[in-house]
């Protein structure tokens, strides 16, 4: 046997294996090209929220697109125009859901039109709980973090006129419906329907979301895609686009629609914004994003979020092996560690399976099991390893079945 070709593993108690910077091994590439559905957007271990770069939409020059083809992920590393950081997305899986909440920055002329405020972008790197490019068409660097039920952007804007926009029209997900309110100049809630993930069109719900910015705008407002008029409407100018609504500010509501706020930059002025989500409340997501991030502070929630993989892939430690062997082992852990996640929100609620029913853990309520794959050695690996975790996965299975008569298939 050659040496070099094996690798020793072992459980280590400390926090870090001989003073490695383990996420260092983590390559979060891996998988986003050859149909392997992973993305490379900033999640914790076993997160709710995940913000991923979404590039699969809006463009010829993208080699794969999610509204011409089977698709199933919000990224592939092929493709080159991005529309946007999606929340709360999938891994791995094979059928499109979730993926919405798609956060955009912009320079210029404010434009709702994702084919056209779309981007090129380079210098893409990631790293775990961290993403980070610039986008060509404006000169904008974009970063994104998150804590478990909640994201952060940071966006530094070149000279000028500046937009932040979220669209909730667009998404990996079938369902359609929103709804936003505003609560303040920096703030506003709402909710997004998603739902039929594979194929099941009765698998309907809805997620609540609270989003801040850390600047109040010159000017903020909504915009919405009108159905196309004829006869006597035939005079509005707006029929079939996307409405800009300038001076409307209450609640508002649709297929398509979406929230705009614009800035007047100085050249390198950086606007952080926050997102909270819940499956049960925009209440919740708000208590969520306060209980996870006290300010707008993006350096201490990319820190921690470095720290808690850092924690979690030190539960093994490996002897031989190269440099390459050790990232394909690290990502694979990594890999493993983003689902089944946390469905629960701070307090502890969350949606019955099958039902309205909103209930509540003391301990940790997990979804996104696929268990008819992860049966076969991911739980077996999580029993060893993450014994804590596994405990709580255990019960949320066992819950599922007492809700609503059937352990989770997905």
Request: one cysteine or more.
């Amino acid at each position: 046997m050659r040496s070099g070709l094996f690798f020793i593993l072992f459980l280590v108690i400390s926090s870090n294996f001989f003073g490695q910077d383990l996420t260092g091994f983590v390559n979060p590439f891996i998988g986003t090209t050859n149909y392997g559905t992973t993305n490379p957007g900033a999640v914790l271990p076993n997160g709710m929220m995940s913000v991923a770069p979404f590039n699969v939409m809006g463009s010829d020059k993208n080699k794969f697109d999610k509204d011409k083809q089977w698709w199933s992920t919000p990224y592939s590393y092929e493709n080159k125009f991005f529309t946007g950081f999606s929340h709360v997305n999938l891994s791995g899986v094979g059928c499109p859901e979730a993926g919405s909440l798609l956060l955009m920055p912009t320079s210029g002329e404010l434009n709702a039109n994702y084919e056209e405020y779309g981007s090129g972008y380079a210098g893409e790197q990631a790293s775990p709980g961290y993403y980070t490019n610039r986008l060509t068409k404006y000169g904008i660097l974009t970063e994104v973090s998150a804590t478990t039920r909640t994201s952060i952007a940071r966006f530094t804007f070149p000279k000028g006129h500046a937009n932040i926009l979220l669209n909730l029209g667009e998404g990996l997900t079938n369902e359609s419906g929103a709804w936003m309110r505003r609560i303040s100049n920096t703030e506003i809630e709402g909710m997004k329907v998603l739902g039929t993930f594979c194929y099941n069109p009765q698998a309907v719900f809805p997620i609540y979301f609270v989003m801040r910015v850390s600047k109040p705008p010159v000017t903020a407002g909504y915009w919405k895609k009108q159905r196309e008029m004829t006869a006597e409407a035939a005079w509005d100018s707006t029929a079939g686009t996307r409405k800009i609504y300038t001076r409307y500010g209450r609640d508002i509501a649709g297929d398509d629609i979406g929230a705009y706020f614009s800035y007047d930059v100085k050249a390198g002025e950086t606007i952080e914004v926050q997102i909270g989500v819940s499956f049960v409340s925009t209440a919740n997501a708000r208590e969520n994003l306060e209980a996870e991030q006290n300010g707008f502070q993006f350096d201490k929630v990319r820190t921690a979020a470095r720290e808690s993989w850092e924690k979690e892939l030190a539960r093994v430690g490996i002897e031989g092996g190269t440099a390459d062997q050790k990232v394909v082992f690290y990502t694979a852990l990594y890999h493993a560690l983003i689902h089944p996640n946390l469905f629960n929100d701070v307090n502890g609620q969350y949606p019955a399976m099958d039902s309205d029913k909103i209930l509540t853990s003391g301990a940790g309520r997990y979804t996104v099991f696929s268990l008819w794959d992860t049966y076969r050695n991911v739980h077996q690996m999580l029993s060893l390893l993450y014994p804590e975790k596994q405990l709580d996965m255990v019960r949320s299975m066992v819950d599922m079945y007492k809700e609503s008569g059937w352990l989770p298939k997905w």
